[in-house]
């Protein structure tokens, strides 16, 4: 039966099924998301990273927590008033002294509540003076009568009800007082170094209208029956060192030196040998040049190295203790001795400062001048947060864990302040300036993450790491890319293809040979092979390139009848036997080398010891003994010492992971240039290596030079290699007989112990961002590179 | 392709009439062929020394006896392998040379190093003695000595002399061997299963402690005596085996006379190298090797085998693929397939592609930070907080390790899935398409097929470098020495979160941590051969795969 057309001309079979569509429809959505996601997530790699450094570069943050009104005690019969400040671990019950035989205690957990507890002095003292040690929470204390004493304020705590809070219970203890000076004069000042088995104490006095300096010294005998008791083992009277008049004393956490200012600004620094003798080792004067001298401030930052002073100008100083060598003809003359000088210089203040107070945890301290406050910190020489308050300071104290410092404003009010500065060691001038740390004797690029000490100063200079990076990267490199732009250009333009097609994947499984295989020889099958060998390495290196171009002259000058039975392509065969022979020479020859040109004098025998071992550190001291200071800096970057596991070892063991990367990049590049060009310049009558220099190098030179630039990528970021086969010292020469300590070696060797979140794991994922970031960037750049040298020559 | 244009190497070389092939530039011909057979000599050089050092560590070395003068000129007896030659140069004017030998004594008991340097000057008489017994031991490493009884349990004693005196002994050490497998049985399979329970209940008594259940806690007592009872049966059953692996006992004398003893329990082993023929050698080198592979590492690793480290090495780099793939193959169709090509795309492309150029340990970074003390610390505190402060995923495991290097190598696959893709041709989509097929339906029958080899190929780059990479390991979770394989027969069976070892780890750790590095040489260079052949291997396949899928689409083109 005819029928109408169907009017559609689309028939039902070719609808494709719901089914179908809906499933499309998923895998569509589900590659998008999910694709999307994948390369999201693996570039958030970088991302995450950052995040963790970020902090890093944060400022501190520094606002106030709550305040309270304090009618602070009794003040005692002093003639000068006294107040003195401390506090506790957890910045709850900070205790105020004002010189009576009280102290008042205010609870800020109970909005200032306050509470006072007796400090039992003997009765009839009367306190002239008294000072605080926040350390110890110790309060030192100088009599009318001539006497120095102290008391401690010791703070308990307990877990407060259901585990919330501490519970903190102060209590006082007094300790011993000792007559200093004159009897019966009253003290001015007091100063109290508590180093357990020394102690020293210093005070000032007035004696019949003249100032005078005490001080004496506590020695505690120590044996295995216990601690003996403590003795008084010297007394001194510093008058008469002094120039001017003495008005503050600083003595020594260690128990064993002294730091007297005087009304000059003079800094006298005298130091007991044994407790028993007194030695004036150093008299300086921070502000000579300022119009007014004198100092306000003489303290210590934490770890009693540094003393932070002041002058009335507002300037601010740090003065550290490191060795210098004695130039003033005194009797100490030639020798070096631990004297203060100048290490740090922080912005001025607008005059003196009126309060400071240390840390206990680290370099931070807080000082300024009335209503304005500045959080500093020595290491890096920064300010950390400074502004103005909304009082004016009185006194200010920090507590242990420096975590809140609380205020005393000159109406009696207390201020608990939250100081969140995780990381005040750190900023761009810690990880890549220079800086002048405690002990040392000049600015350096310093990388000594840990030490032995609570008051050690991390040094987190990530410069010395990157320098070690970039020297065993330049050694390896320089030994890669002859051998792999060589052979690659042999293999591209001169290798017949059916042999190219074996050389090729050889050279490649190369690279994937593991690097802890090359690491692992490198350190223990070369380096002790190689350590004594130095001359014969010089020699091979000298004489296997001139040994094959001579073996090519020569061949040059063959009949041509035997120059045709080696066939254009297999020279590398033919130097196999060449190349053997002048290795085992040079490998032979070296000791002869060695003993000829590598010569030592014994100073024993007089007799002269061929080692090259020896050699090298020697020319190094007398390079740097030279007049020129060119010669001096090229002895002190270039010629160090010799280390067994050294750059030389690194490099070669390197070059074997570079030259696959470099080798099969370079030949890719090179077997690029279209065979048209090639062949024109051929027909032109070049020959065959007139076309490689003229026409093939030029054209895959953006390639060749791309491959350059992923195989330092690649050199950069090796680890396992470096870390086997150097020494792992982070050192700032450019020796190639010394080791060195690269960023990837450093992560690998100290990240698993870094506690997490602290300065120190953020520092090692700094040199991570910058490892990441070197090798991204050069990556892409040679990618680029790459890709414009093809689009070039796609039409060709 | 058309034919093949005359390349360059097969253009012959004229000189123009009267110039010099010198001015042509022939010695830097030769001068680059010199880069070329240097780089070859360099491979050739680097595989053949693991090859030979790494093979003959299972082969029966020969025994010397050596008769030393030392510096009062009295002779002493010494017995050993000589293990490396080399001339050593005086530290002083005439510089003289003389070659010494590093000697492997064995019997770190007795002397306290295995190894001791001999003078070649100094050796006054040398021979093979054929009676020379080379043991090896359960501690101290190797003995060399020559036996002079068995003697026996039950208190009869067999001579050296006598014909049945080794295959006693023998028959005695694999007694003993089975001995020590029973004792490992109990030691680490029952006892770490009693282990496993005690600690289970110590978490429920905690808990019931803190709700204050006393019925409970009851019962949990009660359950722990029951299993305190069950241990103890089984301690003294190891005991008492551990008492009759004494109870055989070799008396032997050293080369220079010192008589000892030594619990036939202790021997694992006993050859007699300079009396065996090629082929008896060659038994005993297969048997190494097999031990080599099979067996758990003693004495801070630098004896026994490394068979966890091959495993751990296997199911992490399994794992590794596992995840790898798909995520690999899924961003690799989504960059080819669906999203819109553009700058955007070929900027993502590029940054993927440079992500394989980024050091490993950046990854390892950000697996200790992201993976480990992130996700694993999370993890800890939603899950495992019952047995919080100790981690259980908040520090390195295989799991982290594995997502780690599968970051590391996801660059590897998607550009290896990418090229696979581009290469299917335009026509075979097409076709598809006009068939009625959907997008996906094409994607999946016709483009992901004849795509598989390629991607394979990358799958199989991607485990070569997982396997051979050690320094992201280092932070997420290799250790020198797990206690238990990351696979295993108590529920759960994979045990994501458990430490494990590494070929590539056990060379370092061999290498640079062990207190005798000369010790462990050896089993370094075992090890590394092993790694490589099985890095290389990888690699081979990877290439010849890519190799062969070259040749076939070489002639599918439309």
Redesign the interface.
């Known amino acids: 039966m005819p029928e109408d057309p169907p009017k559609r001309s689309v028939p039902e079979r070719f609808i494709a099924s719901r089914a179908t569509l809906r499933l499309d429809q998923l895998m569509t959505w589900l590659i998008r998301a999910g694709g999307l996601g994948i390369i999201v997530a693996v570039l958030g790699i970088f991302v995450f990273i950052m995040a963790e450094v970020i902090p890093l570069f944060e400022p501190a943050r520094f606002k106030q927590e709550s305040e309270a009104a304090v009618s602070s005690g009794r003040p005692g019969a002093t003639a000068t008033p006294i107040t003195l400040m401390g506090v506790d671990e957890w910045a709850q019950k900070p205790f105020i002294y004002r010189g009576g035989a009280e102290i008042a205690l205010a609870d800020l957990s109970k909005n200032g509540e306050i509470e006072t507890l007796p400090v039992e002095i003997p009765a009839d003292t009367v306190i002239s003076t008294a000072q605080v040690d926040g350390k110890q929470n110790r309060v030192i204390l100088g009599t009318a009568d001539g006497r120095v004493g102290s008391f401690k304020v010791t703070y308990t705590s307990t877990a407060g009800e259901g585990g919330k809070g501490q519970i903190v219970t102060p209590s006082v203890k007094v300790e011993s007082f000792e007559a200093i000076g004159q009897p019966g004069k009253p003290l001015k000042d007091v100063s109290f170094g508590d180093g357990g088995a020394a102690k020293v104490m210093a005070a000032i006095q007035e004696v019949d209208g003249r100032t005078e300096v005490h001080a004496l010294c506590i020695r505690q005998k120590r044996s295995l029956m216990g601690a003996g008791k403590p003795a008084v083992v010297g007394r001194f009277d510093l008058t008469s060192d002094l120039q001017g008049h003495p008005v503050r004393l600083l003595a020594s956490a260690v128990g064993d030196a002294l730091l007297v200012a005087d009304d000059r600004g003079m800094v006298y620094y005298f130091y007991f040998t044994n407790g028993t003798t007194k030695e004036l080792r150093q008299t300086f004067q921070p502000f000579a040049d300022e119009a007014d001298p004198t100092l306000s401030t003489l303290s210590y930052v934490f770890g009693d190295v540094s003393v932070v002073v002041c002058g009335a100008t507002g300037k601010q100083e740090v003065w550290s203790l490191y060795n210098q060598s004695v130039t003033d003809g005194s009797a100490k003359g030639g020798e070096t001795v631990r004297r203060y000088g100048k290490i740090k210089e922080f912005p001025p203040l607008t005059g003196a400062a009126t309060f400071y107070a240390a840390s206990q945890r680290n370099k931070t301290f807080l000082t300024g001048r009335g209503d304005f406050a500045s959080l500093r910190y020595s290491t890096t020489e920064s300010v950390r947060w400074e502004g103005t308050l909304p009082f004016t300071v009185a006194r200010a104290v920090m507590d242990a864990k420096a975590e809140h410092i609380l205020f005393l404003d000159t109406d009696g009010g207390l201020h608990r302040w939250k100081l969140d500065d995780p990381h005040p060691e750190a900023g761009m001038k810690a990880f890549f300036g220079k800086l002048w740390y405690e002990g040392a004797d000049r600015p350096g690029y310093v990388w000594q993450s840990t030490g032995g000490t609570d008051d050690f100063e991390p040094k987190l200079s990530l410069t010395p790491l990157i320098i070690g990076s970039l020297k065993g990267t330049f050694f390896a490199l320089l030994f890669a890319v002859p051998i792999a732009l060589l052979a690659a250009i042999y293999t591209s333009c001169f290798l017949p293809p059916n042999i190219k097609s074996i050389v090729k994947p050889v050279m490649e499984i190369m690279a994937s040979l593991p690097s802890v295989v090359l690491g692992f020889l490198a350190g223990l099958w070369l380096a002790p092979l190689i350590e004594d060998k130095v001359p014969s390495l010089l020699l091979g290196g000298l004489a296997l390139p001139l040994g094959a171009m001579a073996v090519g002259w020569v061949f040059t000058k063959l009949p041509v009848t035997t120059r045709s039975k080696v066939r254009p392509g297999s020279e590398f065969w033919v130097l196999l036997l060449p190349v053997a022979l002048m290795t085992w020479a040079a490998w032979s020859l070296g000791p002869w080398l060695e003993s000829w040109a590598f010569t030592v004098k014994d100073p024993a025998t007089g007799g002269f010891i061929a080692d090259f071992r020896l050699w090298w550190p020697q020319i190094g001291h007398s390079l740097s003994a030279s007049d020129w200071s060119f010669v001096r800096w090229l002895g002190d970057v270039f010629v160090t010492d010799f280390d067994q596991r050294n750059s030389l070892v690194v490099g070669f063991m390197m070059g074997f992971a570079v030259i696959p990367i470099l080798f099969t990049i370079t030949e890719d590049a090179l077997s690029n240039v279209p065979t048209q060009i090639k062949a024109a310049s051929l027909a032109l009558g070049a020959s065959r290596w007139q076309m490689v220099r003229t026409v093939v190098l030029p054209v895959a030179s953006a390639g060749i030079f791309s491959a350059l630039m992923v195989a330092f990528g690649r050199a950069v970021g090796e680890t396992m290699i470096v870390v086997m086969a150097t020494g792992n010292t982070p050192v700032m020469d450019l020796n190639i007989f010394s080791g060195m300590r690269t960023l990837s070696a450093n992560i690998a060797v100290e990240l698993p112990e870094a506690a997490v979140h602290s300065t120190h794991y953020r520092a090692l994922f700094l040199g991570a961002v910058v490892l990441f970031a070197l090798t991204f960037v050069l990556n892409t750049f040679a990618e680029i590179l790459r890709q414009r040298l093809r689009e070039r020559f796609k039409f060709v | 392709m058309t034919d093949?244009?005359?390349?360059?190497?097969?253009?012959?070389?004229v000189?123009?009439k009267g110039r010099?092939?010198?001015l042509?530039?022939?010695?830097?011909?030769?001068?680059?062929?010199?880069?070329?057979?240097?780089?070859?000599?360099?491979?050739i050089g680097?595989l053949s020394?693991?090859i030979v050092e790494g093979v003959s560590v299972f082969w029966p070395r020969q025994v010397l006896e050596l008769d030393v003068k030392d510096a009062s000129g009295k002779i002493q007896t010494v017995a050993g392998e000589i293990r490396k030659e080399q001339a050593k140069?005086d530290?002083?004017?005439?510089?003289t040379?003389h070659h010494e030998w590093l000697f492997f004594t064995g019997n770190k008991d007795v002397t306290g190093s295995a190894f001791r340097f001999v003078d070649a000057q100094a050796i006054a008489d040398q021979r093979m003695p054929k009676d020379i017994i080379v043991a090896e031991r359960m501690e101290y490493g190797d003995s060399i000595f020559y036996p002079v009884s068995l003697k026996l349990a039950d208190g009869t004693e067999i001579a050296a002399s006598e014909g049945s005196f080794l295959a006693k002994l023998r028959a005695k050490i694999a007694e003993g061997n089975a001995r020590r497998d029973q004792i490992h049985t109990i030691e680490a399979d029952q006892i770490g299963e009693i282990n496993d329970r005690v600690r289970k209940l110590e978490i429920e008594r905690r808990k019931a402690i803190t709700d204050d259940d006393t019925k409970l806690l009851a019962e949990l007592d009660a359950a722990r005596a029951d299993v305190q009872k069950e241990y103890e049966t089984l301690a003294a059953k190891a005991g008492e085996l551990r008492k009759q692996m004494s109870a055989d006992v070799l008396n032997y004398r050293l080369a220079d006379g010192t008589a000892r003893q030594q619990a036939v329990g202790d021997l694992l082993r006993v050859e007699h190298p300079n009396a065996m023929s090629w082929w008896e050698k060659f038994g005993v080198f297969l048997h190494n090797g097999w031990d080599f592979l099979t067996g758990a590492p003693r004495e801070a690793n630098t004896e026994g085998g490394i068979f966890p480290a091959i495993f751990g090495t296997f199911v992490m780099t399994l794992l590794m693929s596992v995840i790898v793939t798909p995520?690999?193959v899924?961003?690799?169709?989504?960059?080819r397939?669906?999203?819109r090509q553009g700058l955007l795309v070929q900027m993502?492309r590029?940054?993927?592609?440079?992500?394989a150029?980024?050091?490993?340990?950046?990854?390892?970074?950000?697996g200790?930070?992201?993976f480990v003390?992130s996700v694993g610390g999370s993890l800890d505190r939603w899950f495992f907080s019952d047995v919080l402060p100790t981690p259980t995923f908040g520090t390195g495991g295989i799991l982290w390790a594995s997502l780690t290097l599968a970051?590391l190598a996801?660059?590897v696959v998607i550009v290896a899935t990418e090229e696979a893709l581009v290469a299917v041709p335009r026509g075979v989509r097409e076709a598809a398409m006009a068939c009625?097929a959907?997008?996906?339906?094409s994607?999946?029958r016709i483009v992901l097929p004849s795509a598989l080899p390629g991607i394979l190929t990358g799958v199989v780059l991607a485990m070569?470098?997982g396997?051979?990479?050690?320094?992201p390991l280092?932070?997420v979770g290799v250790v020198k020495l797990a206690p238990s394989l990351p696979l295993d027969f108590t529920a759960p069976f994979i045990h994501a979160e458990r430490k494990f070892m590494h070929l590539?780890?056990h060379?370092?750790d061999l290498?640079?941590q062990s207190p005798d590095?000369e010790a462990a040489?050896p089993m370094?260079f075992a090890t590394?051969l092993l790694?490589?052949l099985l890095?290389?291997a990888?690699?081979?396949a990877a290439?010849s795969l890519r190799n062969h899928l070259r040749k076939k689409y070489a002639v599918s083109t439309f």
């Open positions: 093949p244009a005359p390349t360059p190497a097969n253009a012959p070389v000189p123009a010099a092939h010198s042509l530039g022939e010695p830097k011909v030769w001068f680059c062929a010199m880069g070329l057979t240097l780089g070859l000599l360099m491979v680097l020394l693991i140069r530290v002083s004017p005439d510089a040379i995520l690999g899924i961003a690799a169709i989504y960059l397939e669906y999203a993502v590029i940054s993927v592609n440079n992500l150029g980024v050091p490993s340990i950046v990854f390892g970074v950000f200790l930070g992201f003390y970051l996801l660059p009625g959907s997008k996906w339906q994607i999946q070569a470098r396997a051979g990479e050690v320094a280092m932070l590539g780890f060379i370092y290498g640079f590095s040489k370094v590394t790694l490589i890095v290389v990888m690699n081979v290439i």
